[in-house]
């Protein structure tokens, strides 16, 4: 299993920016991936997490209006689209492997970081004021 993420940067606030997770080694629609950002001196966090079966989405309440996760099964990639970024959105943002969760769970466990099996090594979004 290898989850590899990439689109990080330097952006000044108000800008955009667009993560992609290239991942193999699994059955892509069989799986969750999540969103995570971890910023200095802060606990990891979840920002977002598709379902691949469904296309189900869950986002953090900081995420909503701006974040957008989407997923392309013929590449087995899931991309983060940011917009409206703010300096409080640096961090070091991962993405993560989980099978899928049926629905009636989902918004319970998705923003959980030992949930999820498969990590990868993480892009650096850093956002100047």
């Known amino acids: 299993v290898q989850l590899v993420e990439s689109g990080g940067g330097l952006v000044q606030?108000?800008?955009?920016?667009?993560?992609?997770?290239?991942?193999?080694?699994?059955?892509f629609a069989d799986h969750a991936?999540?969103?995570f950002r971890q910023g200095p001196g802060k606990e990891r966090e979840g920002v977002a997490c598709i379902s691949n079966d469904d296309g189900g989405t869950?986002?953090?309440?900081?995420?909503?209006g701006r974040f957008t996760v989407s997923s392309d099964h013929r590449?087995?990639?899931?991309?983060?689209?940011?917009?409206?970024?703010?300096?409080?959105?640096?961090?070091?943002?991962?993405?993560?492997?989980?099978p899928r969760w049926p629905v009636e769970l989902r918004e319970r466990l998705w923003g959980r970081t030992y949930e999820y099996h498969d990590w990868g090594q993480g892009t650096q979004v850093t956002v100047s004021s």
């Open 58 to 64: 869950n986002y953090a309440e900081f995420a909503k």
């Open 13 to 27: 606030a108000g800008g955009s920016l667009r993560l992609s997770c290239a991942t193999s080694g699994f059955v």
């Open 75 to 98: 590449k087995s990639a899931v991309f983060l689209q940011m917009s409206r970024l703010v300096p409080e959105d640096t961090a070091v943002y991962y993405c993560a492997s989980v």
């Open 33 to 35: 991936i999540g969103w």
